[in-house]
C-alpha cells in the first residue's frame, strides 16, 4: 500500500491491520514515534493524520492511506511545530523524553486547530502521560504558546 | 513485509558493525584525521583504554578515558552515570567544564562503557541510584576537568613555546596574555592526551565564587533531541541483519514451559522466523516485532509448577496482595532494633495518654514509560555486544559473562538513554530482558532486539515493597511526644534481592521510619523480616517512601492527640536543630504562612493544608500540601516545597526534579496500587494500572535552601514528603485519618 508520511511517499507491503506506530518504527525506521502501551493509553504514539492527532499504536495502517501523515521527525517543517519545539526547549520541559515525542505531536495538534486555546482546552487536549512528572512544564509551555497565538 | 522507496532514506554503506541509529555516528562524521576517540564505541582491545584499565590510578584521573576534545572544539564527555531525565549529563557537563574552562553547551555526552577507569564515586561503586551521582563523585569530576585543562595549558605551553605559567584559559581556548595569541583546545587535544597527566594534587580547583556554570541554570545537554524524537534508547537501536523478537512469560513466576500445543501453527503466522523455549518463557523471532508479538501471544504453553530448585522466587497460586497486607499488619516478630533509644517499653506501659496505630502501603510497578528491551548481537569472532537500559554497567556486564561464559573482556556494553527509570534497571535476575535477547541472538546466529511488550513488562517488573507498621506512642503531660516505637513488618528490597535476611538490618527497609531528627527522648524503630512472594526492587525513594509516609502521618495523629497544631510541633521537636527549623520556616513562608484551615478558598471549595518533612538521601526537605474533596476523591492543588541539599549544580534541573518526585509522590498516593490476585497482577497496562494523569497533577512551587552542609541528593529526596502532607491535610480536612494508600481506596466526604 502506499503512504504519504512526510510529504513523502512510500510503498508499504504491510497487512491491513498492522498497528501505523510499527510500521513507521520498524519498516521506515522512524524511531521518534514511541511505544509506550499499545492500548492507546499514554499518548507516546502520538502522530498528525491530516492534522489530528491520533495514537499511532492503535491505529490500523490501512486507515491511514490517502492520507496525510506527520511524524514528531518532520515536525520542524511546519511552522506551528518548529514554535513548540523551540518553546519546549526553552522552557526545558523533557526529562527522560520518551513521552515527549508524542507530547510536541499533541501540542502541535492543539495549536494547528486553535492558536489561543484557554485552560480548559488545554487540560482537554494535553492529556498524554508522562511518567517524569513534567506536566507543569508542559502547561507553562502551552501557556507561553497560547499567549503568542496571534502571531 | 518489506518496504520503501524512498531513494532519500540513507540506509546505505551501514558499516556491519556499527548500529544504524547510534547516535555517535553523528558525532564521529566530524571528527578528522587525528582527532582524539577514545573509549566507548572502540573496541576494547584499544591500547589506551587497556592502559587506562590497568593503571592503578586515583578515581577519575585518566583522563583521556573520559574526555575527547574534537577539532571543532567540541567536548566529548564518557559519562560514569546513566541519563534517564534526571540530568546527571547536564550536571557532569557543568562540573568538568566548570573547570576545564570549557561550556557545557559544547559538550557531547554519553554513557561511559564499563570499566574500573569510570569508578567515580567515593563510596568506590559506580551506580546511578541513590541519588549518589552528583554529591558522590562532584569533587573528583572537578579535578577531572582541571586535570584536562592542566595537559591543554602544557600542550600550548609546547606548541606556542612560552612557559606554562604564562599562559591562562578562557572558555574553549588556552591564551597567551602578553602576546596576545590563543589556541583551541581542538588544536590542542591531541597532543595534550598523549601528556602524562599531572599529579593529582598539583591542580588548583576553581573558587567557587568565580563559578560560571555550577550553581547555574544551565540548559539540559539533551533538551532538543529529546523534544524533536531524535534522542535514541534502548527500544530504537537497529542493528544490520537483526531480527526482532517477543515472549510471553508464565502467568506466575517460578513457572516452567511445558508442552507448547501449537508450535506448527504458531511457525507458520506470517513473518515468524523461529519459535523458542526459555526459561519461563516462550519466544518468536521475526523480521517485524509486530509480528513476533501476534505470534507469540498466539502460543498456547501448557505452564508447569514450579519446581523445588526454582532459581526464581516462586509465585504462588493464591498469592493476594490484599491477604498479604492483612498477614503483615498481624505479625508478632521476632523484630531487630534499628534504634532504640530511652526506655521506650516502660514508658509506653505507664503513659496516661497513648496513641497506637497500623499503616501499610501497596505494591507499585516503576511503570517507565519505555519499556524494556535489549538488543544482542555475536560477532564473528565469538565476542558479544549488548545495548541495554542498566543503571550500573559493570554488574550487568559480570552478570552477562557468568550467564554466557565469555570473558567480560569478550563482552561490549553498551548503555542508551533510560526512557525513565525510577529503581527499574538495576540487576534483577528475572525482570530483564538481556538473558532472553542474548540466547536468542545465539540460537538463531543474528543479532536479535527483544521488547517485551507493556503487558510483559507490568508481569515480570519488580515491585516496589510494601510494610505494615504498628505505631505506638505515648504523651507527656503537656501533650507532648514521649516515647514512639514503630515495628515494620516487611521486606527490604536488598533482603529480596538477596533471598535471605542479612547479618545487618536492611538500611532501604526502615529508612525514614528511622534516621528521623525529632527530639523524642524515647524511641524504638524495629524490624520484622517478613519473606514475600513478590519480587521486590528499588523504587525512587525506595524505603522513604513508604516510611515516611507512614511516620510523618502519624506524627500528625500525636499533634492531635495532644492538642498541638502539626507545624508547632515539629518546631517544638527540632527547637535546637537549626537546619530543620529553617528549612521548616522556610516552607512555611514560601506557602504564604502556615495555615493548617480548613478554609474556603476563592472558588468556594473547602480546603486544608497539611505538613511533612523527610530526611532521604542527605537531603532534607519539607512539603506542605494543599488539598479539597471533589466527587469523593482527593485533589491536591498546591504543593510547596522547601529542600536543602547543602549545595547544589543546577537550580532549573533541581526544581525539575522536585516537579517530577511531586508527581510521583502525588501518584502513589492517590491513585496507583499494583493488586495481585490468584498470584497475577490484576492490572498488565495502564487502563487497569493507573499513573498520575496531567489532571491531577498540582502546582508546585520550590525554594531551595542552600545550608552549605554536605551536599545529598536530588532526584529522589523530594518524593517521601509528598504523601504524608497530602494525608495529613486530608485528615485536618475531612476528620478521616487515612492509614493506607493509594487514597483511590477510600471515599471522602
Known amino acids: 500500500m502506499e503512504l504519504r508520511i512526510n510529504q513523502k511517499t512510500y510503498q508499504v507491503d504491510a497487512d491491513a491491520d498492522t498497528p501505523l506506530l510499527w510500521v513507521i518504527r520498524d519498516d521506515l525506521g522512524m524511531t521518534g514515534t514511541k511505544y509506550g502501551c499499545g492500548l492507546a493509553q499514554c499518548g507516546a504514539c502520538s502522530v498528525l493524520v491530516d492534522g489530528n492527532v491520533v495514537r499511532s499504536c492503535v491505529t490500523p495502517v490501512a486507515g491511514v492511506v490517502g492520507r496525510e501523515v506527520t511524524t514528531i521527525e518532520a515536525i520542524e517543517a511546519d511552522e506551528v511545530g518548529k514554535r513548540v519545539v523551540s518553546t519546549w526547549v526553552d522552557l526545558q520541559v523533557a526529562q527522560c523524553g520518551y513521552c515527549q515525542s508524542g507530547q510536541v505531536m499533541a501540542a502541535t495538534a492543539l495549536l494547528k486547530q486553535n492558536p489561543k486555546p484557554s485552560d480548559a482546552q488545554i487540560e482537554a487536549a494535553m492529556v498524554n502521560l508522562c511518567r517524569c512528572g513534567t506536566y507543569n512544564a508542559i502547561h507553562a509551555a502551552m501557556h507561553e504558546l497560547a499567549d503568542k497565538g496571534d502571531a | ?749
Open chain 2, 1 to 749: 513485509m518489506n518496504v520503501r522507496i524512498d531513494p532519500s532514506q540513507e540506509a546505505s554503506a551501514l558499516d556491519l558493525h556499527e548500529p544504524v541509529n547510534v547516535s555517535r555516528r553523528r558525532f564521529l562524521t566530524g571528527t578528522a584525521v587525528g582527532a582524539l576517540v577514545l573509549g566507548f564505541g572502540l573496541p576494547l582491545g584499544s591500547t589506551r583504554v587497556q592502559a587506562a584499565a590497568a593503571a592503578t590510578a586515583e578515581r577519575g584521573t585518566q583522563v583521556p578515558a573520559f574526555l575527547e576534545i574534537r577539532p571543532d572544539n567540541r567536548v566529548r564527555l564518557l559519562c560514569p552515570f546513566m541519563e534517564g531525565g534526571q540530568g546527571t549529563f547536564t550536571a557532569m557537563a557543568q562540573i568538568v567544564g566548570e573547570e576545564l574552562d570549557a561550556d557545557p553547551a559544547t559538550f557531547l555526552v554519553e554513557a561511559a562503557p564499563p570499566g574500573e577507569a569510570y569508578v567515580v564515586m567515593d563510596n568506590g561503586m559506580r551506580i546511578t541510584g541513590g541519588s549518589m551521582s552528583v554529591r558522590m563523585s562532584y569533587p573528583v569530576m572537578r579535578r577531572l576537568g582541571a586535570l584536562a585543562r592542566a595537559m591543554l595549558l602544557q600542550a600550548g605551553a609546547e606548541k606556542l613555546g612560552v612557559p606554562v605559567g604564562e599562559l591562562t584559559t578562557e572558555p574553549g581556548k588556552v591564551v597567551h596574555a602578553a602576546s596576545g595569541r590563543s589556541l583551541a583546545y581542538g588544536e590542542l587535544a591531541e597532543r595534550a592526551m598523549d601528556l602524562p597527566v599531572p599529579a593529582p594534587d598539583t591542580v588548583q580547583l576553581r573558587d567557587p565564587s568565580q563559578f560560571r556554570w555550577i550553581g547555574k541554570p544551565v540548559k539540559r545537554v539533551d533538551a532538543y533531541d529529546k523534544s524533536t524524537g531524535k534522542a535514541l534508547y534502548s527500544i530504537d537501536l537497529k542493528v544490520e541483519g537483526m531480527l526482532h523478537a517477543a515472549v510471553q512469560h508464565a502467568p506466575r513466576l517460578g513457572m516452567t514451559v511445558g508442552n507448547v500445543r501449537n508450535e506448527d501453527q504458531v511457525k507458520a503466522m506470517k513473518g515468524v522466523h523461529s519459535v523458542h523455549r526459555l526459561p519461563g518463557a516462550v519466544a518468536v523471532v521475526a523480521e517485524r516485532w509486530w509480528h513476533a508479538k501476534r505470534a507469540v501471544e498466539a502460543i498456547q504453553v501448557d505452564w508447569q509448577e514450579p519446581t523445588v530448585d526454582s532459581k526464581v522466587r516462586p509465585m504462588p497460586a493464591d498469592f493476594s496482595s490484599d491477604d498479604w497486607l492483612k498477614r503483615l499488619a498481624e505479625e508478632k516478630g521476632p523484630a531487630r532494633d534499628d534504634e532504640n533509644e530511652g526506655n521506650v517499653a516502660s514508658i509506653l506501659s505507664d503513659a496516661k495518654s497513648r496513641v497506637d496505630a497500623t499503616y501499610h502501603n501497596q505494591y507499585l510497578n516503576h511503570g517507565q514509560l519505555e519499556p524494556p528491551s535489549a538488543l544482542a548481537r555475536f560477532n564473528p569472532d565469538g565476542s558479544l555486544e549488548v545495548w541495554l537500559p542498566n543503571q550500573a554497567p559493570d554488574m550487568f556486564r559480570a552478570d552477562i559473562a557468568k550467564r554466557t561464559g565469555l570473558d567480560p573482556s569478550r563482552i561490549t556494553l553498551h548503555s542508551p538513554l533510560l526512557g525513565g527509570f525510577f529503581g527499574r534497571h538495576f540487576l534483577y535476575d528475572s525482570a530483564s530482558p538481556y538473558p532472553q535477547a542474548i540466547e536468542l541472538s545465539k540460537a538463531v546466529g543474528r543479532p536479535v532486539k527483544l521488547i517485551w511488550s507493556r503487558e510483559e513488562e507490568f508481569l515480570r517488573d519488580v515491585l516496589r515493597p510494601v510494610a505494615a507498621v504498628n505505631f505506638r506512642a505515648a504523651l507527656d503531660n503537656d501533650g507532648w511526644p514521649l516515647a514512639i516505637e514503630a515495628i515494620s513488618a516487611t521486606e527490604g528490597p536488598t533482603e529480596a534481592i538477596a533471598g535471605k535476611q542479612g547479618e545487618k538490618l536492611d538500611p532501604t527497609a526502615l529508612e525514614g521510619l528511622s534516621g528521623k531528627s525529632y527530639a523524642i527522648p524515647n524511641k524504638r524503630i524495629a524490624q520484622i523480616y517478613v519473606k514475600g512472594p513478590a519480587m521486590l526492587g528499588y523504587w525512587r525513594s525506595v524505603g522513604n517512601s513508604l516510611n515516611d509516609f507512614f511516620y510523618e502521618s502519624f506524627l500528625d495523629e500525636l499533634a492531635d492527640k495532644g492538642g498541638k497544631d502539626p507545624f508547632e510541633l515539629r518546631l517544638h521537636l527540632l527547637r535546637d536543630n537549626k537546619r530543620l527549623t529553617t528549612l521548616l520556616q522556610a516552607v512555611g513562608e514560601l506557602s504564604g504562612g502556615w495555615k493548617r484551615g480548613p478554609f474556603t478558598a476563592e472558588d468556594g471549595t473547602k480546603r486544608a493544608r497539611g505538613v511533612a518533612m523527610a530526611s532521604p538521601f542527605g537531603t532534607q526537605t519539607a512539603v506542605i500540601a494543599e488539598v479539597s474533596i471533589e466527587n469523593g476523591q482527593v485533589k491536591v492543588h498546591d504543593i510547596w516545597q522547601a529542600i536543602d541539599p547543602g549545595s547544589i549544580v543546577n537550580p532549573a534541573i533541581v526544581e525539575a526534579q522536585v516537579n517530577g518526585a511531586v508527581a510521583l509522590g502525588l501518584s502513589q498516593t492517590l491513585v496507583e496500587e499494583s493488586v495481585w490476585v490468584d498470584g497475577k497482577p490484576r492490572a498488565r497496562n495502564y487502563d487497569l494500572y493507573p499513573i498520575l494523569p496531567p489532571a491531577r497533577m498540582a502546582r508546585v512551587h520550590v525554594r531551595v535552601v542552600e545550608s552549605g552542609e554536605k551536599m545529598g541528593g536530588i532526584g529522589e529526596p523530594p518524593l517521601p514528603a509528598v504523601a504524608p502532607a497530602v494525608a495529613n491535610a486530608v485528615a485536618t480536612l475531612t476528620g478521616q485519618r487515612v492509614r493506607s494508600l493509594p487514597m483511590s481506596r477510600h471515599t471522602f466526604t
